[in-house]
């Protein structure tokens, strides 16, 4: 079938509006999967793109009354094909189209790769929020949810939290929408406070997941996690989470990191006090037991397993060649580079990628949305269960794939969510 886009290198090509380096690594990704499974040229247009997009400005008012800044917010939708659309919501000053776009694309693949009736959203609001006072923190979540109201709903698009964003950001929105239909709607968002409707053990399920994969993928390499040690950059939610339930396998925690510094100690760092030190502080800088290093120096810290649970692009060309871990469990979305990938797989490197590895955030989101809309509230230990269940059952798929076509764990993992979500639109068909 003939494609209506323009060829990529004539002028007003279609990719300007999203031509940013981490779209631009989410496309790629996507056609390089794309292309080894034969996928449909006219499917594969349909794909490469977000299905909508809207890009907002609003004013955010400073507690000093008078003070008040434009911001710029966003909140994509890729594929609308699989049922409502599902993903965070994040505040970071770098937040463009580009960037949530990517982040939209790769919760497709994350959703259909895990079986979840969803399609891939993401939404973003470009501002620091380190540096709001919760009041203003509250403005800002309240009025960018007027901004996106027309756009998300139960059954439409159900924002969770992301980087910057939490339960408390949730519960305003939550609380937002509902004033403006009348009623208490607490499925139209995930990662809620419990009391809420929140589900038990979301806050922690990105990082019990990833080590759930991380036991898989030991188990499969041969590898005893009682004794083998780990890095980990990141001391947000993620990271932190993962360094907890490793360290509960006995795994030597060597490293941590966060924006403030990076902690080393090859006795293996201690968890509770650590944590202590954090919440007390606020960040790791400060922390006495381990010496200090630079996030650069503690990814190339020879480990049997690193987990990247921070920003995206932090493993490239200029630093693959040096990393030193047998396991690469990525907690952050798009921490590793294409090129990187190339030389990770040259060096036998077992990469757990993040459509994979960070899949146990949404789907405790999705069972929070299944309790929601059936009101009635599962236990810890059910949610946990149901996990691991669906972790493992990914982490099977993807491993025989990635066999069975001689292909790394990263291809094998976006094929398994491409073929699934290019089935679902072949039997849908096209309108009209
Ligand atoms: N923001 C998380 C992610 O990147 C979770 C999304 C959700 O729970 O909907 O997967």
């Not at 247009?45 to 434009?70: A, I, K, W």
């Not at 970071?92 to 259909?112: F, I, P, Q, R, Y």
């Amino acid at each position: 079938m003939k494609t209506s886009i323009r060829p990529f290198d004539q002028p007003l090509e279609p990719r300007a509006e999203w031509d940013t380096p981490m779209f631009n690594l989410a496309q790629n990704q996507f056609l390089h999967a794309a292309e080894l499974m034969g996928l449909d040229e006219n499917l594969r247009d349909r794909l490469l793109f977000p299905q909508r997009t809207m890009l907002v400005s609003f004013p955010c008012r400073r507690d000093q009354y008078s003070e008040v800044e434009t911001v710029f917010g966003y909140r994509v939708q890729h594929i609308l094909t699989m049922g409502p659309t599902k993903g965070g919501i994040r505040y970071h000053e770098d937040v463009n189209l580009g960037e949530v776009s990517a982040l939209a694309m790769w919760m497709t693949w994350k959703c259909a790769l895990m079986h979840l009736p969803f399609g891939g959203a993401k939404g973003g609001v470009r501002i620091d929020p380190s540096k709001l006072s919760r009041p203003e923190l509250q403005r800002l979540t309240r009025r960018y949810t007027l901004e996106i109201f027309d756009m998300i709903g139960p059954d439409r698009d159900i924002p969770a939290p992301d980087m910057g964003t939490n339960a408390q950001v949730m519960a305003w929105i939550m609380d937002t929408y509902s004033l403006q239909v009348g009623h208490a709607v607490n499925e139209v968002v995930t990662g809620k406070p419990v009391v809420l409707g929140g589900a038990q053990g979301r806050e922690e399920a990105t990082g019990r997941g990833l080590i759930y994969l991380v036991k898989e993928a030991a188990d499969h390499l041969q590898l005893d996690l009682k004794g083998a040690t780990a890095v980990v950059q990141g001391f947000g939610n993620v990271g932190r989470n993962a360094a907890i339930y490793l360290a509960e396998h006995g795994t030597r925690i060597v490293a941590v990191s966060d924006v403030s510094t990076g902690i080393y100690n090859p006795r293996g760092l201690n968890m509770v006090s650590l944590v202590e030190h954090v919440e007390r502080e606020g960040v790791l800088k400060g922390y006495s037991d381990g010496e200090e290093i630079s996030n650069a120096e503690l990814l190339e810290l020879d480990c049997d397993i690193l987990i990247p649970a921070a920003l995206q692009n932090q493993i490239t060309e200029d630093n693959a060649a040096r990393i030193k871990c047998r396991i690469l469990a990525e907690g952050a979305n798009g921490p590793t580079s294409m090129e990187a990938d190339a030389i990770l797989a040259e060096r036998g490197i077992f990469v757990l990628p993040d459509i994979l590895g960070n899949a146990g955030g949404v789907t405790v989101s999705y069972f929070e949305w299944v309790q929601n809309t059936q009101e009635f509230a599962w236990s810890l230990e059910e949610t946990n269960e149901r996990l691991h269940r669906m972790l493992t059952g990914a982490f099977q798929r993807t491993l025989q794939r990635s066999q069975r076509d001689g292909i790394d764990m990263r291809t094998a993992a976006l094929m398994e969510g491409i073929a699934r979500v290019a089935e679902a639109k072949l039997v849908r068909g096209i309108f009209p």
